[in-house]
């Protein structure tokens, strides 16, 4: 299995620019998860998904984030518009379940917003 | 209070050395997660633990469910497990992150 996809590797967007990060979790695996990471804050859980529903987005920073599933195998993390403070790596990782299952992560997707 | 405190921050160790880095928690959780970030920035899951001990390699992981402890131990540390290790815990419906130790492994 070729493990959870990401793109971009990096995108360097300006201010006010929509971003788009994609991911494409392992094949089977029916939970998908958006994590931020950021030196001050360190790892953080943005939002999760089962079986393709949103089932917590309480660690979406504010309404310029949104995330969606439209199908098993991609996910969408979308940025809108796009502030320098967003600057981070955006992990996605799936798993079978959401807990009682090892976690999967991408490689992540470097954005830095200028 | 953050719901996870590890220990150390930071660690140095000498090639060979025997490595404990810890993990409280103070949620009550389904599962713990120890998580390895390399200096690239790649992100790998080394164990998944609800109770008792796992071993893969030189690697050790341990929980206290009572005591909401766990650790993570490395046997005769290499250089190339210099990386930051990260605690997380999963309480069924939300995770949380400690801040990660950072460890260097010199030669």
């Known amino acids: 299995d070729a493990g959870v996809i990401q793109s971009p590797r990096h995108e360097v967007t300006e201010m006010g620019q929509e971003v788009t990060l994609r991911c494409k979790p392992i094949?089977?695996?029916?939970?998908l998860f958006w994590y931020r990471q950021t030196m001050m804050r360190g790892l953080e859980l943005l939002i999760y998904f089962n079986n393709n529903v949103p089932i917590d987005d309480s660690g979406m920073p504010e309404d310029r984030f949104s995330a969606k599933m439209p199908n098993a195998s991609f996910s969408t993390l979308k940025i809108q518009p796009s502030e320098p403070r967003d600057s981070a790596v955006y992990f996605c990782?799936?798993?079978?379940?959401?807990?009682?299952?090892?976690?999967?992560f991408g490689e992540g997707s470097w954005l830095t917003v200028v | 209070k953050n719901e996870v405190e590890q220990s150390p921050q930071n660690l140095t160790a000498q090639e060979g050395e025997f490595i404990t880095i810890n993990c409280s928690y103070s949620v009550g959780i389904s599962a713990l997660h120890w998580l390895q970030q390399h200096p690239g920035g790649g992100i790998v899951s080394l164990f998944m633990?609800?109770?008792g001990k796992k071993k893969h390699g030189r690697l050790i992981a341990t929980i206290n469910i009572q005591e909401k402890h766990s650790s993570l131990h490395i046997t005769a540390s290499h250089p190339r497990d210099s990386a930051v290790y990260i605690c997380?815990?999963?309480?069924?419906?939300?995770?949380?992150f400690g801040t990660g130790t950072s460890l260097t492994v010199i030669p």
């Open positions: 990782a799936s798993s079978l379940s959401s807990s009682g299952n090892t976690i999967y």
């Open positions: 997380a815990v999963d309480t069924g419906n939300q995770f949380y």
């Open positions: 094949s089977g695996h029916d939970y």
């Open positions: 633990l609800s109770s």
